[in-house]
């Protein structure tokens, strides 16, 4: 009977190694010419919080930055902004920007203000506690947001009144803003300080601002009051008027860029968490970080250091955060975090000049997808984890080929990649329908060297009709066998689990357990899943259904009984698949994975569990369904084994089970869209002795390389 359950896709095929460049439609931008990348490389803006919608979203209300050396803030247009507000080396900060807030309610007891901000910091309205001095004590602050529109700011406030209940004490949180009176200037940071806790003191919101001067240095200023628009601004310059006749009070002009000095009291007020909380203000203002050890520490980014300069402003009324950097040393993280270290310098070069070029286009392309950055640092542009994936190999790498790009006719080359094309490179059909001549389907039959190494995996049956897979490693071979000839195992350890995929999966419940002396019946022995060869599955139906759902134009069917692959491209890849013979409309191939549960790649089979077809020596077809007595079905007949289901062997003593209910198995090859560079294939060709420009050469069709 052969492989019965692999067709095209079947039969071709860490640190870990991430697939990258998932960005819809990325080849079809406009041509980048060489000249216009080459005036562009000096530095790259990588966005690390944004939020543009369905393009990009990864947001924080508030950054938490650091750095081993001395550091400072400032506002300007551009990086070179003089400092503003200076920081020691080893001193923790906060930044948030200036807009809609709710301010959910103000105390002296510290208890209260923490209890309310483990309530609020259990729901999507996110807390930040601000601590201000009044001359008779301290009080704190509890605010929610950011909102990017005054709508949701009074949604979450209708929110935060129930959630916070408990320790308003009859106060009712009120939408607040970017909107602020000036009490007056200051010569310094203290003078401003002591009229702010004045103003405090007679219960109206006052703090320091600082503004760039005429002399490169800082202006002091006590703003009062943060209104949401101009009607609560003059509610607010009637009430501190009324309390303090004889302040002057002046309109702020929000296009003028400041720093807001507050004090943040973290989650714990009262303990030695505060810290120095600065607020960007003005429109359209940009606050610029910057350490002269050029290295700043990003605590919501995982703890990452980065190179060069922070960049914190507002885009869609949430905060953004850019890191600007040196092109050349953002490759440095960029190569390091793509792949590991250790691989052979070829390789990395390699790596180095395509994820040089495909950045190259992004900076130079028209199409500004990021809006107030080049790239964002994950998968959808190039993985960047900063400077702890650096490592001397990966420097020497980059700098060896220092401003090298793929051209095609005087173009850039977008030059994507994935982590493992599965022994075949993709067409650009069957990842976003179409794309540039620099791409096709092209051998990478060296991808298998992510298999080396890998542990061999025991699909087995257990006695009570369960079915999963052991490592090699703890498994003992009986050497008895079935009357069809199935062989026998047990394992070597006490409650040895038995996984749902041939890998170990630290979060999902084992499948069984087996301890020494059970035994259990082999159906086939696989190699772990991972970048080459893998299993998914098997999904139901209405898990099937679930994840479909409003990924396909038309809507998928309600129940799902059967599931095929019924166009591949060129490399074998799956480009159209019918449900109950209905076409499942995506918008473009690579979809296909996020539309099924997450698929390594498209490059798959899918097997039915609940049915199989048998096609007898005669040509005649019978369709097997599992039954609750099992029953092995192979060239020599029928015979029983203990357990459930239907057993289906094939003329390799390979088995596989027909179990009652359908759901469908996804066996597959590769990891990513498949398109350009396999990282794995690179590796295995500079093991085999090849140069970075043969791998390219290889993977980007009739492209050349040119220093910038």
Request: aromatic fraction near 6%.
């Amino acid at each position: 009977m052969g492989n019965w359950w692999r067709t095209k896709a079947g039969q071709w095929g860490s640190k870990g190694i991430l697939a990258a460049v998932l960005a819809t439609g990325v080849l079809q931008l406009p041509a980048v010419t060489a000249e216009a990348a080459g005036t562009s490389m000096d530095q790259i803006r990588v966005g690390l919080f944004l939020d543009l919608g369905s393009t990009y979203k990864s947001t924080t209300p508030v950054v938490t930055l650091s750095s081993g050396q001395s550091w400072s803030a400032g506002v300007s247009a551009s990086s070179g902004a003089p400092a503003l507000v200076s920081f020691g080396a080893n001193e923790t900060a906060k930044f948030s920007v200036d807009g809609l807030r709710v301010k959910v309610l103000t105390t002296s007891d510290a208890k209260t203000a923490a209890d309310a901000y483990k309530k609020l910091n259990a729901t999507a309205d996110k807390p930040v506690i601000f601590a201000a001095s009044t001359g008779a004590g301290t009080v704190y602050q509890v605010y929610t947001g950011m909102y990017a529109s005054l709508q949701a700011a009074n949604d979450a406030a209708a929110r935060t009144a129930k959630t916070a209940a408990g320790q308003l004490n009859g106060q009712t949180p009120v939408v607040t803003g970017g909107n602020h009176l000036s009490a007056g200037t200051y010569a310094s940071e203290a003078e401003a300080a002591a009229a702010a806790q004045q103003i405090q003191a007679a219960g109206a919101d006052a703090f320091v601002a600082v503004q760039p001067g005429g002399d490169g240095g800082g202006r002091y200023a006590v703003w009062v009051g943060e209104a949401a628009d101009a009607s609560g601004l003059a509610a607010v310059r009637s009430a501190v008027s009324a309390k303090l006749p004889a302040a002057t009070l002046s309109e702020v002009d929000a296009s003028q860029p400041a720093l807001i000095i507050r004090s943040d009291a973290g989650s714990s007020p009262g303990s030695t968490a505060a810290v120095k909380h600065i607020v960007v203000s003005g429109t359209n203002a940009k606050g610029w970080i910057t350490s002269s050890g050029d290295q700043l520490k990003v605590a919501e980014r995982s703890g990452r250091t980065y190179r060069g300069g922070m960049e914190i402003s507002m885009v869609n009324g949430q905060l953004a955060l850019v890191n600007e950097l040196p092109f050349e040393q953002y490759l440095y993280a960029v190569v390091g975090g793509e792949v590991p270290s250790s691989w052979p310098e070829e390789s990395l070069k390699a790596q180095a000049v395509a994820a040089r070029s495909y950045a190259a286009f992004q900076i130079s392309s028209s199409n500004n997808k990021f809006k107030v950055a080049d790239v964002v640092d994950t998968t959808l542009s190039q993985v960047y984890n900063g400077v702890a994936s650096e490592a001397p190999s990966v420097i020497g790498a980059v700098d060896a080929t220092e401003g090298e790009v793929l051209l095609q006719n005087g173009n850039v080359v977008e030059a994507v990649f994935s982590s493992n094309a599965g022994g075949a490179s993709a067409d650009p059909t069957e990842v976003w329908n179409s794309g540039g001549a620099a791409f096709g389907t092209v051998e990478s039959k060296e991808d298998v060297a992510a298999q080396n190494g890998a542990k061999t995996w025991y699909h087995v049956l257990l006695s009570n009709g369960i079915t999963g897979y052991v490592r090699e490693d703890n498994v003992k071979e009986l050497g008895t066998a079935t009357a069809a000839g199935l062989a026998k195992v047990t394992v070597t350890a006490k409650n040895t689990n038995v996984r749902p995929l041939p890998l170990i999966q630290s979060n999902v419940e084992p499948a069984a357990q087996m301890n020494p002396g059970d035994t259990a019946v082999v159906l086939e022995q696989v190699k772990e899943s991972g970048t080459y060869d893998w299993v998914r599955g098997p999904y139901t139906s209405a898990e099937l259904v679930a994840t479909l759902k409003g990924k396909t134009s038309t809507a998928a069917p309600s129940t799902i009984s059967t599931l095929e692959v019924t166009k591949r491209g060129p490399s074998g890849r799956a480009i159209q698949i019918k449900a109950n013979g209905q076409i499942l409309d995506v918008k473009y191939p690579d979809m296909f994975r996020s539309a099924l549960n997450g698929l390594p790649s498209t490059l798959f089979d899918i097997v039915p569990t609940g049915s199989y077809t048998v096609l007898s020596a005669n040509g005649t077809t019978t369709k097997v369904s599992g039954t609750s007595d099992t029953s092995v079905i192979s060239a020599s007949g029928t015979s029983s084994i203990a357990g459930k289901g239907t057993i289906v062997m094939n003329g390799d003593s390979k088995a596989r089970r027909i179990e009652a209910g359908e759901a469908f198995l996804f066996v597959g090859r590769g990891n990513g869209h498949g398109l350009g560079l396999s990282q794995w294939g690179a590796k295995g060709m500079a093991d085999a002795g090849y140069g970075y420009q043969d791998i390219l050469k290889h993977y980007y069709q009739n492209v050349t390389i040119v220093k910038e």
